[in-house]
């Protein structure tokens, strides 16, 4: 059993930073590829980023590629995504999710079977 907590959510100004940070418990944590979702009101989630095992492969979507960096510390069982340049079309409640097996750039949102509650991203224009 895997519970993640997401912390690090607020108002930002547009061009802005925040670092979204995803606690982790149990041990088998630095084994799980780990990914960040969003989910804006009255749109259907998306996926934001994915980080293998490791960390060495890491994966984006196309929408916040060269602004977002997810990043792991396996020692701490943390996961963060640092968020820059910031957008008003980045608002939106952003989760942490963990998965069992190999992480694919086409890995979905359905293959991953934690998922933290949720922290709210609110960039002003």
């Known amino acids: 059993q895997v519970q993640l907590v997401e912390s690090g959510g607020g108002v930002v100004q547009a061009g802005g930073s925040l670092r979204l940070s995803c606690a982790a418990s149990g041990r088998t944590f630095s084994s799980l590829p780990m990914g960040w979702f969003r989910q804006a009101p009255g749109k259907e989630r998306e996926f934001v980023a994915a980080?293998?095992?490791?960390?060495?492969?890491?994966y984006y979507a196309d929408s916040v590629k060269g602004r977002f960096t997810i990043s792991r510390v396996n020692a701490q069982n943390m996961v963060y995504l640092q968020m820059s340049s910031l957008k008003p079309e980045d608002t939106a409640v952003y989760f942490c999710?963990?998965?069992?097996?190999?992480?694919?750039?086409?890995?979905?949102?359905?293959?991953?079977?934690?998922w933290g509650q949720g922290t709210q991203v609110t960039v002003s224009s």
């Open positions: 980080i293998n095992w490791s960390g060495a492969s890491t």
């Open positions: 999710a963990a998965k069992y097996g190999v992480l694919r750039s086409t890995t979905g949102g359905s293959e991953y079977n934690y």
